[in-house]
């Protein structure tokens, strides 16, 4: 019993901590629940934790080849992540927000669309495999005396860690949403989608840079 307490209370750290910085998915949540409602930012998020999951079980499962791979093919990676980014900047930055203004009821149907979103905005950044393996070292996450039921536990925790921050990220800026008119959410849309790209091509530039220097 105790060693199922010892994994799950750090896969629920592991999961919140993998899904707090307030990168480009964070910011897109923020910009969805403002302009849609929190339930298609939450899904978003939803889709980032899948994505998440995904690697904390690729390292898990496969550390060395995984590393491997990363650590080879990183300066592609980079640039692809990098424009994946930027192609999400763009489409950000060009939405009208009067159009994305919409009741619950009405952002049913596009539940899959922000759920896929958030996954392949999140998956198209695998050097985030590198902050998963400090965070599984830092916790000892991966120990030898664990057998695979205790694995299960942690790495369900993990996806609830991360579930956990969007719910409570989502419920917050949902409370202050009223506070903000059309303009307000235009210009927001505007200063997040500028941010991405900015990032995007920061990205872009030092991964070609580094691969040209090879």
């Not at 904390?56 to 994946?84: P, Y």
């Not at 009741?103 to 049913?108: A, R």
């Amino acid at each position: 019993m105790e060693s199922f307490v010892y994994i799950m209370f750090r896969g629920l750290a592991i999961g919140i901590l993998i899904s707090a910085p307030m990168g480009p998915i964070g910011m897109l949540c923020i910009q969805r629940t403002l302009n849609k409602g929190r339930w298609p930012a939450f899904f978003t998020g939803l889709g980032a934790a899948f994505s998440d999951l995904i690697y904390c079980l690729l390292t898990g499962l496969c550390m060395s080849f995984v590393t491997d791979f990363v650590d080879t093919n990183r300066l592609i990676l980079q640039i692809i992540g990098s424009l994946v980014l930027g192609a999400f900047a763009v489409y950000l930055f060009r939405r009208n927000p009067t159009r994305q203004l919409q009741t619950p009821s009405d952002c049913t149907n596009t539940y899959w669309t922000d759920f896929g979103s958030g996954f392949l905005l999140t998956f198209s950044n695998p050097l985030i495999l590198f902050f998963i393996i400090g965070l599984f070292a830092r916790f000892n996450f991966l120990l030898p005396e664990f057998r695979y039921y205790h694995y299960v536990s942690g790495y369900l925790a993990i996806f609830c860690g991360a579930l956990l921050w969007w719910f409570a990220i989502t419920y917050f800026v949902s409370k202050v949403r009223s506070h903000f008119n059309v303009r307000s959410l235009w210009l927001i849309n505007r200063i997040i989608g500028a941010i991405l790209l900015f990032m995007g091509i920061i990205g872009l530039i030092m991964g070609i840079k580094s691969f040209i220097e090879i």
